[in-house]
């Protein structure tokens, strides 16, 4: 359907259409109606002379007039004139109009019958010229001539009418050439004075309804992928909703996004994100229905409303063709990309009757999806609601606690094996509930990370362990846990410096452990980063080690200060699988062939602690040496870890603690 504006400016163009033919047609009609006066004006004009010419001529025109016969020498003026100039013919008539002489291209006779002329009779009562126009019937005539009755006077009174029978065809062609040349320059001119305003003025208007149309549809579509954005969604879903209830049918509303989106961002460029959003999108389209509603809500996040939905298990059978199809390999330019989604499926109207109900309720369900290990659908329940809450309310805390410093820093012990000499410190953040409970690490952490709050977290930990750590004696250390996320933020290089000018702790005691994680994709920035870190004096130290997929190329591409063996391998020394207990061993002699110290997590029984002490473990960490404590019991334990090495001579018994150690 033509839109308002097009309708009302399709009816401007027809109206400046009609305009300027109006002005086209006054033109020609002008030219029309001068020429015709200007061809009367040149006949009456021709006339009077010819008129004029006779009487000067003709002695005897008033006897003429009268019926006589003309003299020979009338005749022979006669016989000259006619064969001369544009009057082919003339008749003399008497004062009461009646014909005495005709003179045309082949005789000139007096009439035999005199004949009456209305038109001569009223030339000579209104003693003006009287002209009229004739088009040529017969090819013997020109084909446009005039008659023109014209009064002879005779002194001061009218004696004879002459009737003179002017060609006009010539005088008529050139006439109209000269005036159709005068019109076309004249239309030319008002085409260019009045038609160029006018086009630029239909262009300007045709421009601006274009700008205004694609103005419209951006406020309703997305301009990369040509869906609709939220705002036209929500309006468009609850209309949907409305009719659904109305027919009695629900809404299954299909949340769609795209798995690690990111890393093709980081892999192929922005332009190779852009490709995927717009297959997926039209991927989407595609597998809908027309009736079905699809948008892009914001990044990589798409939205599908089925209608017409009959029970739960009609939208989930649609939620897996929807992946199904979405998930197939692209292609861009020379790469092939497979893209996972996670699908959350609201139905309406159990799981909401409003739009931002069943959006949410759909949202909780992707986020299930996404925690579930992504690449999967879920179908939402009240139980996500639930753990909605919970979520959000951690997000409180942890923003709480980042904006007004309300984590705190414990520290657990490291100890040298061989002289159960206390080396350093492992700084742990903890964070409190609402109700004192404390939140285990591995749960708000990764929220942290997700709420881009990581990084200042991270500058609070590491403030929190140069400072402690510049009261201990010299040179007991601290180690201070680096999440990808911090790199992946930037400035970390720029944080533990400030930190050690901040506290006056000497570069050498802080240790940074980092995770495989972090080299994984051998992304050089990170390498970078690590390189300022080692050139500020600090120890790097692979965190976890054995459970990533690429540990010993780790340890010859970057030159670490010690290694960490991760605590599910501790775990299982002991067990049934003796092959956990040949990894440690290995991991232990190799780290000592590269020079590079091991600390041993989670040591917590005797027998664990006789196994490391036989394959000779460098350093131990655990809770059979100690758990995190608070900074001032970590001062007290390098009191008392200083009075113990200074009170005993010589190395415990293998296999046997101090009690005051023992936590």
């Not at 200007?38 to 004009?45: C, G, I, K, S, W």
């Not at 362990?465 to 510049?470: P, T």
Request: hydrophobic letters at 45%.
């Amino acid at each position: 359907m033509r839109s308002t504006a097009d309708i009302t400016l399709r009816r401007w163009a027809l109206a400046l259409v009609a305009l300027f033919g109006l002005l086209v047609g006054g033109t020609w009609t002008t030219v029309k109606v001068t020429t015709s006066y200007l061809l009367e004006q040149d006949a009456a004009n021709e006339a009077r002379d010819w008129a004029e010419f006779l009487a000067a001529n003709v002695a005897d025109l008033e006897q003429i007039a009268d019926g006589e016969q003309p003299v020979a020498a009338s005749m022979r003026f006669f016989e000259i004139a006619r064969k001369s100039g544009q009057v082919f013919r003339y008749v003399i008539f008497n004062r009461d109009g009646y014909s005495q002489l005709v003179s045309d291209r082949t005789t000139i006779a007096p009439v035999d019958l005199s004949e009456f002329s209305p038109q001569a009779a009223q030339a000579i009562r209104t003693e003006n010229p009287l002209v009229a126009f004739r088009k040529a019937e017969s090819p013997d005539l020109p084909a446009y001539f005039a008659e023109a009755y014209v009064p002879v006077r005779v002194g001061n009174r009218p004696v004879a009418v002459v009737a003179a029978y002017v060609a006009q065809t010539d005088a008529r062609s050139l006439f109209y050439r000269a005036f159709v040349a005068a019109a076309a320059a004249l239309c030319g001119l008002t085409a260019l004075s009045f038609g160029v305003p006018a086009i630029a003025w239909l262009r300007q208007t045709r421009e601006k309804q274009r700008a205004d149309r694609r103005i419209r549809y951006l406020a309703h579509h997305d301009s990369l992928t040509g869906l609709m954005n939220r705002a036209h969604f929500i309006e468009r879903l609850e209309c949907a909703l409305e009719q659904g209830a109305a027919d009695g049918r629900g809404i299954a509303l299909h949340f769609v996004d795209i798995d690690r989106f990111k890393s093709v961002n980081d892999t192929l460029g922005h332009d190779g994100g852009d490709a995927v959003l717009k297959t997926l999108a039209a991927r989407l389209r595609a597998a809908s229905r027309a009736d079905d509603l699809v948008a892009r809500l914001g990044g990589d996040e798409f939205v599908v409303a089925q209608t017409g939905v009959l029970d739960q298990e009609q939208a989930e059978a649609f939620a897996r063709r929807l992946r199904s199809v979405v998930i197939a390999p692209m292609r861009f330019h020379e790469h092939e990309i497979v893209a996972t989604v996670s699908i959350g499926t609201a139905v309406s109207p159990m799981h909401g009757n409003a739009s931002e109900r069943l959006l949410k309720s759909a949202d909780l369900a992707v986020y299930d999806a996404k925690s579930s290990g992504r690449n999967c659908i879920r179908t939402f329940s009240p139980e996500m609601d639930v753990a909605m809450q919970a979520r959000l309310a951690l997000e409180r805390t942890i923003r709480e606690a980042t904006e007004h410093d309300k984590f705190s820093v414990c520290y657990q012990p490291i100890f040298e094996l061989r002289d159960r000499r206390l080396a350093s410190f492992e700084a742990l953040l903890r964070l409190r509930d609402a109700y004192g409970a404390d939140i285990p690490p591995a749960v708000f952490i990764p929220v942290a990370e997700e709420m881009h709050l990581i990084g200042r977290i991270g500058v609070f930990v590491l403030r929190e362990a140069c400072r402690a750590a510049a009261a201990w004696p010299a040179p007991m250390k601290v180690a201070v846990n680096l999440s990808p996320a911090q790199f992946e933020a930037g400035g970390v290089s720029e944080a533990v410096a400030a930190a050690l000018r901040e506290s006056g702790l000497a570069p050498g005691r802080l240790e940074l452990e980092i995770t495989e994680a972090l080299l994984f994709a051998n992304d050089q920035r990170n390498m970078s980063e690590l390189l300022r870190l080692k050139a500020l004096g600090v120890a790097v130290v692979m965190d976890d080690f054995g459970t990533g997929y690429s540990s010993l190329g780790n340890l010859w591409m970057f030159p670490f200060d010690k290694i960490k063996i991760d605590r599910s391998f501790t775990q299982g020394l002991g067990g049934r699988d003796p092959k956990v207990e040949t990894v440690v061993k290995t991991i232990i002699a190799l780290g000592r062939e590269l020079g590079m110290p091991v600390t041993v997590e989670g040591v917590e029984t005797a027998d664990q602690l006789r196994f490391l002490e036989s394959v000779e473990a460098q350093q131990v960490q655990g809770f059979l040496f100690g758990r995190p404590m608070p900074p001032a019991d970590a001062a007290l334990a390098i009191l008392d870890d200083l009075r113990r090495q200074g009170d005993r001579p010589d190395r415990p018994e293998p296999g046997r603690l101090p009690l005051q150690l023992v936590t």
